[in-house]
């Protein structure tokens, strides 16, 4: 590293990794916890007249009025709500770290609950983004970009159960501007408790952002009850319906707050193509509906091939998951070898062991189609029975 730029560059970004997304090449894919089916062949032809109607010449429209709309629509956000959209969920995650408070800043609540006392870590005397451990990784990592402290609240080791009297007594020690969690948590899959996270929402001296990333694989949600608590927020994302190359997702809550974190919004964020794209799949939301149900029914389908494949063992746990990914614990120190194994025999799926002391031998699987699934459980199988 130069020197000039071990001056320049700050010394948290210094000590970062940026974020890594392996070569898939000639892989099957089931690392991203993406959607692996296509359009249908006619579906693809009308879509891509539509995009002929795009004017590329002329910046897509700031608002995104259509798209919003249509989002509105589909996904039955309440009317009186604000919406905000995002270059994926990772822009709005920014956005409102971006948002709430400069770095080396004390933040004044002017909510009557927070007394008039700084929002501010205890320890480090920071603005502080809190969220649960293990988690998505995009809030530590834009926690530290704009200077925010990040705390992690550690989910249980047993079952990865939120764990209330932690989580409540962080947020009193740390009074964190942001709270965010992910409903079903990324990376074990499963839900927490709703009353445990009512109990979260109204203890927040700051917003609460409930991020509902893999809402097509599960009936819970918090969209509906958006209203009830001043400080609540839900993200989402279009990726996991099938539409991971739109990068598009979409921030609901009062208006009041939509409006001022819209404000650090770069302009025209959606290109025209995204948001023409995006729109005219929520109007044909009927067959990415019927693509989500088919996953659900083989995410069910291929955690109770992965317990038969143990055959009672203890060579894999599988978790339970309402995501379209499962999370499996293999015997002490054979998550490495196994995901080696899996590559060296086309499949790519996510190694876990080391990201966080809870993962510890884990592997993260995707759902993918019945024949990459199986593809999966026989290289499985054949790994397992190779030790």
Same mark, same amino acid.
Not at 165 to 174: I, K, S, V
């Given at each position: 590293m130069s020197h000039l730029v071990e001056t320049l560059i700050r010394p948290e970004i210094q000590a970062l990794k940026a974020y890594d997304v392996p070569d898939a090449t000639g892989l099957i894919k089931l690392d991203a916890m993406e959607n692996p089916y296509r359009w249908p062949e006619a579906l693809r032809d009308d879509w891509l007249a539509a995009l002929r109607e795009a004017e590329l010449n002329r910046y897509p429209d700031p608002q995104a009025r259509d798209l919003q709309a249509a989002l509105r629509e589909a996904m039955a956000i309440p009317p009186d709500m604000g919406v905000l959209l995002g270059n994926g969920s990772d822009e709005l995650i920014q956005m409102l770290a971006l948002a709430v408070a400069a770095p080396g800043e004390q933040t004044r609540a002017d909510a009557a609950e927070a007394g008039g006392e700084a929002l501010t870590n205890a320890t480090s005397g920071r603005p502080t983004l809190l969220s649960l451990d293990p988690g998505f990784?995009?809030?530590?990592?834009? %926690?530290?970009?704009?200077?925010?402290?990040?705390?992690?609240?550690?989910? #249980?080791? +047993?079952?990865? %159960?939120?764990?209330?009297?932690?989580? /409540?007594? %962080? /947020?009193?020690?740390?009074?964190?501007?942001? @709270?965010f969690i992910a409903y079903p948590n990324n990376p074990t899959g499963n839900l927490f408790d709703p009353a445990v996270i009512e109990r979260i929402i109204a203890a927040s001296p700051g917003l609460v952002i409930v991020d509902e990333a893999y809402a097509p694989f599960t009936d819970a949600s918090f969209l509906p009850r958006l209203g009830d608590w001043p400080n609540l927020l839900v993200m989402r994302t279009v990726s996991k319906m099938g539409l991971a190359g739109l990068r598009l997702g979409y921030l609901a !809550?009062? +208006? $009041?707050?939509? =409006?001022?974190? $819209?404000?650090?919004?770069?302009?025209? *964020?959606? *290109?025209?193509?995204s948001q023409a794209s995006a729109t005219f799949a929520l109007r044909h939301r009927d067959v990415l509906d019927a693509q989500t149900e088919t996953i659900r029914s083989e995410r069910d389908r291929l955690a109770s091939a992965l317990a038969e494949l143990d055959g009672g063992q203890g060579r894999l746990e599988p978790f339970p998951s309402d995501a379209n990914f499962i999370l499996v614990r293999t015997r002490p120190g054979r998550a490495? &070898? /196994?995901?080696?194994? /899996?590559? =060296?025999?086309?499949?790519?799926?996510?190694?876990? $062991?080391? #990201?966080?002391?809870?993962? &510890?031998?884990?592997?993260?699987? @995707?759902? !993918? @189609?019945? $024949?990459? *699934? &199986?593809a999966l459980l026989a290289a499985l199988a054949a790994l397992l029975d190779d030790h």
């Open positions: 990784v995009m809030y530590r990592m834009i %926690a530290r970009f704009v200077g925010l402290e990040y705390v992690g609240v550690a989910l #249980s080791a +047993a079952d990865f %159960a939120l764990d209330l009297d932690a989580t /409540l007594a %962080a /947020l009193e020690h740390h009074r964190p501007l942001l @709270t !809550g009062p +208006a $009041d707050w939509i =409006e001022q974190i $819209d404000k650090v919004r770069l302009p025209y *964020n959606i *290109n025209c193509l490495g &070898a /196994l995901f080696t194994g /899996l590559r =060296e025999r086309g499949l790519l799926i996510k190694h876990l $062991d080391g #990201s966080h002391p809870l993962l &510890a031998d884990c592997l993260r699987i @995707t759902v !993918g @189609t019945p $024949d990459e *699934n &199986a």
